[in-house]
């Protein structure tokens, strides 16, 4: 079967998810690789809403974090505070998924503003719940299209910590989980490189060639010795998404929002 | 005791030009027929406070109610910028705002302390985020225990907050279920909670371990069905997420959303006329 | 995931010698078929935490398996007090017990602190108290922003909490309703958290905001009908109030508790063949 | 009707509680005292107990602080924690309702040991939910039966503090709440004088002479100026009592405990 480019990143970032797994997910393309993970290999993982649902088994995409389809089908619907404090500040959170607006080399991520705070030349929305999944999820994982402008060599302004620095400085900050161990796009997987914690390429999607993720990453991006190519989306892994996008169309009349 | 009043009187009675003012509601049950009263009585500089300020506070802030924001994250979700707050923070219309800006996590904490009665909050959060750089109130304390330092925040205390919620019964305890948010803390942080309910009846049926708000720890219920349009009430009515898109166009212009506030709700006399005349257009 | 066994297995293999160890349950749900298995299985060194130490923990004491307690209200309640807790403070016997006393605001936070991966906890507590001054983990936290002294004390993060619950479902889920005490928190505070439960059933037909412990943040459920006697599960059983009464007779001298957890626990295989074993006593 | 000095001083207790006031009691004589309130003169009068029911409105006294009956006639049951964070800490209860082993002239509360702590001639049960409350409630009451060792010169050991050591000393220790407002015995009614906050005898129970009071007291008891006599329990108090008391015995096969 043929695919595009954005089924490809959700595939290869639903993938990443063990069966099992407990997962905090945002709405958006999280959201989505989240669903596919548990329509396919993953039946059992677990997914956390900020807004309280513990267990969510949505049958479409939720297009807001409250859609009252999570709190129906959740084990429990807990309030925010507590979604906070005993489930991921309390360290039962196996895999953070995160978007961004930008990205850094070491899996940084700005989603507060271009230019400068208090003159900005463009507004972001904000934190919201991701500087605490960023440093309290045993480790999180990146989503997001690449080019140029959201793969940048210098951050305005660092929203969430990745690896910070680089090196051990995620460890001398003092945070319990081990930060972004992969970044996902719609071109290729990044992993942080032992020792630098620098993301660099470790697989192409299928027909991806190095020179265009070298033109889409505003940094010097580097490539791991062993360069895989990511598995081409199976048949099972297209159907399932496109059931759920089809499911998810005809209930809300538009897609699962991108962010 | 919650007096059971209309929402008009409550919001005259219990919020002060001035105020710091909560509505909460995280996507489900958002107070906005509270959010168009204070419009329509003009309140001015108040101080708003809400993890996601979204259309609720869109509005307030283009209607020029708000001298300062405390929020965690700003946009239209699903669709874009929240278009009145970016205009009000870059352009200083209708007025200039104020923004003190945190993470969720951090609210939440900070709204968990208010209603603790403690003046602090403290948590995990932050290291590595530039955040405290701009928003001086994010302090840090040490454990003195182990030596970790984590991060100290004001808590939450408004001077008001307004929530909505599904049932009340005629002593004015209140009823919340399914995605409960953080409205139950925001209520008890607050020196005065205000709650719109669907429905009051004579019996609210609530399970034993329920989110129940006590009527002696309220001000003021008001009966105003479906006034948390275009977000809903789990049980009564469904999420609008064709109006968070019809949304965008409204108030990207000052002059689209003057003329839609002018129309829709200055020019009704309370929530059920604004959702009379909005079904009649949507029937256009 | 929750591994459903037997409560023998789950003590054999999640509770060591020298551990923390949490029993919780508010006058509720006390999960005394847990301490019978721990004396049967004559663990040691046990440092215990619970904020009522009532029967459940007079048992463990008097049968030598506890090193320290740490409690926030020490009697057997309407009736007197705990014995074996007394004799083993007063007189070592069977072997010195170190006591960390604390009051109930204080623990109940202590254990909202340790679910929320904290360090410590602050509350507004002990001024004017003598009880700092003979609990050096009493300390304080000066709050960044108002200047005011508030405690804070160490979080509680036992190895092991046990607490009994009315159902779980065959995944593992576990309902609990009706007085809550501190038993989500406790067991959230825990590296590992066993539940005892009077039924296993197909679905736990949880209402919506029902409190919920999900299987995967559990190490292991054990179907022990009446497991919290002599106090109840609501829906399940009564209160043996009569229990608590006869209990300070047999408690009262090492020679009659030694006899009776002989007979009762030590002489009987599991909680169901002491549960046959006192019934037949009683229709003595 | 006849009546005890118990009762006496279990009727005196009650009317104490205005109706609406928000009440956080203990087992024993208080929840009697609140419970009696409730079947009187103020049936909104809103029960709270520590194991979590709030607004319990119990048909026979409970016999313990988590009896079943609590949660099943509460408008809702939260966990502990919760009650003394957002409900006493909170600044939401108007009434603390306390027992106690000793007290001294300023209302400062014994429950942990007699003699030295670490070699107690009694060892007590200890605080329980007692020091907060007496720190946090809007005002507190106090009762218990009047003698020369429960009514001490000295605290062998302040488990939950008064007025402290008099004066403003609990101002000073930046305390919320106002404190002990009244101490109820069998025998009197003891309020704190304006300024020293020393308890003073303002009232005597019919039939109770100020040798009686002398007797029972540990300290150099004082009088008020203007000295009141109690009003007799009413028949309507009486007979509610004892029918609370008879409901209580025929349910449980025995008394709602004095402790």
Redesign the interface.
């Known amino acids: 079967m043929t695919y595009s480019t954005n089924e490809m990143m959700t595939v290869a970032a639903a993938r990443r998810l063990g069966n099992g797994s407990v997962c905090f997910v945002g709405i958006g393309l999280p959201s989505k690789a989240a669903n596919l993970a548990r329509l396919t290999h993953a039946p059992e993982v677990v997914l956390i809403y900020e807004s309280g649902p513990i267990g969510a088994k949505p049958s479409v995409l939720p297009l807001s974090i409250g859609d009252g389809e999570l709190a129906e089908t959740a084990d429990t619907v807990v309030p925010t505070g507590e979604i906070f404090r005993y489930w991921l500040q309390g360290g039962r959170i196996d895999v953070g998924f995160l978007g961004a607006a930008q990205v850094d080399k070491y899996g940084n991520i700005n989603t507060t503003v271009i230019g400068d705070y208090h003159k900005p030349k463009v507004r972001l929305p904000g934190a919201g719940g991701a500087p605490e999944i960023a440093g309290s999820a045993k480790k999180v994982l990146i989503i997001l299209k690449q080019s140029h402008r959201t793969f940048v060599d210098k951050l305005a302004f660092i929203t969430s910590v990745g690896h910070g620095e680089g090196g051990d400085h995620r460890k001398r900050l003092g945070l319990p989980g081990a930060g972004p161990v992969a970044i996902i796009t719609d071109l290729c997987i990044m992993e942080p490189e032992a020792g630098t914690h620098e993301f660099v390429v470790t697989a192409l999607h299928p027909g991806v060639t190095r020179e265009q993720v070298i033109e889409n990453t505003g940094w010097q991006i580097r490539f791991a010795d062993q360069l895989a190519v990511t598995e081409a989306p199976t048949e099972t892994e297209l159907v399932a998404l496109r059931d759920l996008e089809a499911r998810t169309a005809a209930a809300h009349g538009q897609l699962g929002g991108e962010e | ?1 919650a007096e059971i009043i209309t929402l008009r009187e409550a919001v005259q009675r219990f919020v002060n030009d001035g105020d710091t003012v909560a509505l909460e509601g ?3 049950l958002i107070p906005t027929a509270a959010s168009h009263e204070l419009i329509r009585q003009g309140k001015k500089d108040l101080t708003l406070v809400r ?1 996601t300020p979204d259309l609720v506070y869109d509005l307030l802030i283009g209607a020029g109610c708000a001298k300062k924001l405390i ?5 239209n ?3 874009g ?1 929240l278009h009145r707050l ?1 205009d009000a ?2 352009k200083g219309w209708p007025q200039p705002l104020e923004i003190e ?5 951090d609210l ?2 900070a ?2 302390a208010g ?6 909050a ?10 405290p750089k ?1 928003n001086p ?1 994010i ?3 040490t ?4 030596g ?3 991060a ?1 925040v ?1 808590s939450v205390r408004p001077d008001v907050t307004v929530i909505h919620a599904q049932r009340a019964d005629r002593k004015g ?1 209140v009823l919340i ?6 409205q ?2 925001a209520a ?1 942080a607050a020196k005065r909670a205000i709650v719109t309910v669907e429905e009051i009846v004579d019996d609210l049926n ?7 708000l ?1 009527t ?2 309220l001000a003021a219920v008001c009966l105003v069905p479906g006034g948390a349009h275009p977000s ?1 009430a ?1 049980g009564y009515s ?2 609008d ?2 109006f968070y ?1 019809d949304w965008d166009p409204i108030a990207r212009s000052r002059e689209s959303f003057t003329a839609w506030i002018d129309e829709f709700i200055r020019g009704t006399a309370d929530f059920s006329e604004y959702k009379a005349k909005l079904a009649a257009q949507e029937a256009k």
């Open positions: 005791m995280f996507t489900h993890m929020f965690s994250w700003g946009g979700p699903g669709v910028s970016r923070v870059e800006e945190h993470s969720h996590a939440a904490n709204y968990v209603a603790s009665g403690l003046p602090f403290v948590l995990r959060a932050y290291a590595g985020s530039d955040l701009v109130v302090k840090s304390v454990c003195p225990f182990t970790e330092v984590l100290a004001p305890n279920q399914g995605i409960l948010g953080v139950k803390e008890l609530a399970p034993m371990n329920a989110c129940v006590p002696w720890a809903y789990h469904e999420r997420n064709r898109q």
